[in-house]
């Protein structure tokens, strides 16, 4: 069964940086889309970020040079690197293989002062 497990949210003031990583594990990696999603309170799940077997990104608008998604298909990780963050991204993260109901349970990130 494969298996998502993502790390390195926290708490972070406004105009700072976090990078996450999500794991996987149990299963065939490679070839998947890889995706970062992200649920705010009360707010719908949003796609942030997707990267394909070849490292091809897509982004949502709010988030276009500010974050960047990248891949190590050798380690079977995926990672975002989140900086200038703002406290409108304050959500939990949510890494995915795109198309797919195969998530990780998520990591919160707060962005605060």
């Known amino acids: 069964q494969l298996q998502l497990v993502e790390s390195g949210g926290g708490l972070v003031q406004p105009g700072g940086s976090l990078r996450l990583s999500c794991v996987a594990s149990?299963?065939?990696?490679?070839?998947?889309?890889m995706a970062w999603y992200r649920q705010a309170p009360g707010k719908q799940r949003e796609l942030v970020a997707d990267?394909?077997?070849?490292?091809?990104?897509t982004y949502a608008e709010s988030v276009k040079g500010r974050f960047t998604i990248s891949r190590e298909n050798t380690k079977n990780t995926v990672y975002l690197q989140m900086n200038s963050l703002k406290p409108e991204d304050t959500a939990v993260y949510y890494c995915?293989?795109?198309?797919?109901?195969?998530w990780g349970k998520g990591t919160l990130v707060t962005v605060s002062s």
């Open positions: 995915n293989l795109r198309y797919t109901n195969y």
């Open positions: 149990g299963g065939r990696f490679n070839s998947y889309i």
């Open positions: 990267i394909t077997r070849g490292s091809s990104t």
